[in-house]
């Protein structure tokens, strides 16, 4: 029975983006994933405890029975990056997306790309 979802660790988050980067996969996979990446030199029994937390939490699924045992997102990336912004925006900025957004802005100027991007978004909502 899966865990009541709780709020993702530094380390189990670091593993969900393997796992939305390489789909399916197995622990020795996404070990190599986070070394590629940068993400130190974890032990392969530290990420397979990792991702049995995450099945139990219900943010990874077992896709075979045989070992080793593969996994796949049962979350997306874009449901838990919303989820955890809406807890920021209520917890930090007391529901507030207006002050998330001037704090964004604040600590530095815009780049050209990220004003393109948010003007697209813009226009496109305008339209709707």
Excluded at 7 to 20: G, P, Y
Excluded at 104 to 121: G, I, K, M, N
């Amino acid at each position: 029975m899966a865990r009541p979802s709780k709020e993702l660790t530094e380390r189990e988050l670091q593993v969900m983006h393997a796992f939305w980067a390489l789909g399916e996969a197995g622990v020795a996979e996404a070990r190599d994933d986070l070394i590629r990446k940068g993400q130190g030199t974890p032990a392969y029994t530290t990420v397979a405890t990792l991702v049995r937390i995450l099945a139990e939490k219900g943010f990874l699924r077992q896709v075979n029975q045989d070992r080793p045992f593969r996994y796949q997102p049962a979350r997306t990336y874009e449901e838990v990056s919303r989820r955890l912004l809406d807890q920021v925006v209520e917890h930090v900025f007391k529901g507030s997306r207006e002050q998330l957004l001037l704090r964004l802005v604040e600590r530095r100027s815009l780049s050209a790309r990220e004003r393109a991007v948010l003007e697209r978004f813009l226009n496109a909502e305008a339209e709707e």
